[in-house]
Every structure is written in C-alpha cells, then in structure tokens.
C-alpha cells in the first residue's frame, strides 16, 4: 500500500508499506519463496499501516493539507479516531450501509425487563442508529 501527495493534476508517491494478509504470516514457505526477510513479518491491518504512514510523513516533515482514504479506511474506527486525535482533517469514503446516530447516545448493557429470559450481557445504545443511504434521503 502506498501514500501519495496530490496537487491538481499531479500525483507522488511518498510511502510505501507491504501489506502482508493473515495467511501470510504463518505460511514460511511463502514469504521465503516471495523473499520477505523473516523481521518484516509482522501482521498489521491496512489502517494501522496507514497511520504509520502519516506518523512518518509528519517526522519527515512532509506538509498536507488533508488525508483522503477510501471505504475500507472510512469504515475503520481507529483510523479516523486516530485521525482525529492527530488534529489532521480528512475525508474518508463510507459505504452506503454504515449506520451513525443523529443524536447523542450512551451505549450499556440493559437491565432485564422481565423475569423470563436470560439477563442481557451485550451492550447496547439507547437509541437507534440509521443507515447512511437512508438518512441521505431525509436531507
């Protein structure tokens, strides 16, 4: 995977990580068949790659004005909390399924409402999400 610099009609790379999938870390024979030394064979997720990323291209004093990412980063909370705590401004592509909440929710387990049942164990939120494709017809 890589990070690029873009400005109007140009575009640079600037980084690049090896994404390596799950079934690539246990497998010997094919990361030494593809000639991946033995030290890079750490599994990370393509956002905490991304973060890293960032955190290197700010080290390096690389300037930007904002991070763009697509669906796959979009749908990934710890790379847009860790977006935001960075102070960083960006735009992540969603899927039109994601849900968010149009107000204020507390998430916690429910008491039980009656005596018939198991008591509830999974949190929950106090209020009902909405799909984004729904409420993009509401506005």
Known sequence: MYA???NDNRALIINGKLFLPKVWIDDKDRYRKAGIPEEEIKYKTKPELALEMIDEDIRNGVEFDW???DGL???NFELSDGLDQR???FVLDVHKDETIFLQEHEIAVPKKKNKKGRK???AQPDSEPIRLDKYLKTI
Do not use: A
């Open 4 to 6: 690029s610099l873009v």
């Open 67 to 69: 991070v763009g990412g």
């Open 87 to 89: 102070g960083l401004f």
């Open 73 to 75: 980063y979009g749908h």
């Open 120 to 122: 509830p164990t999974m």
